[in-house]
């Protein structure tokens, strides 16, 4: 006999699922939606609470739809790389000496991260 606990998902996981969810369908959806487009067993009311999680951290946002919401992502997280570069900036806010935690991220970059780290900020990040 399988634990429950080891049948869990791993952290993050879900979300990330329900994010490609939203990205793929491209408009926003509702919980009801995106339980489909997953095509998983996951309840409604799973996905509702997914979705209101990332509602709270600011990666998705909602708008007012029949009785409920239909979600869309945030601005600045229309794909995976997005929500990357989000969760870096979340992880740099959580300290209070920033130049710290930057130089030590600058040190342990690789050289071809560095020096791609280089072009961006040479070329003004854009």
Do not use: C, N
């Amino acid at each position: 006999m399988t634990d429950a606990k080891d049948e869990r998902r791993p952290a993050g996981e879900l979300e990330a699922s329900v994010l490609a969810a939203l990205w793929a369908a491209g408009a926003p959806q509702t919980p009801g939606q995106v339980q489909r487009s997953l095509g998983t067993d996951l309840a409604r009311t799973t996905v509702t609470t997914i979705l209101t999680r990332l509602h709270d951290k600011g990666v998705v946002h909602r708008r007012r739809q029949g009785r409920g919401y239909a979600y869309f992502p945030a601005q600045d997280v229309q794909d995976a790389h997005g929500l990357t570069a989000r969760r870096m900036h979340s992880e740099l806010d959580r300290d209070s000496d920033r130049e710290t935690v930057l130089a030590r991220f600058v040190a342990q970059l690789s050289p071809d991260d560095e020096r791609i780290l280089r072009d961006l900020l040479e070329s003004d990040g854009r």
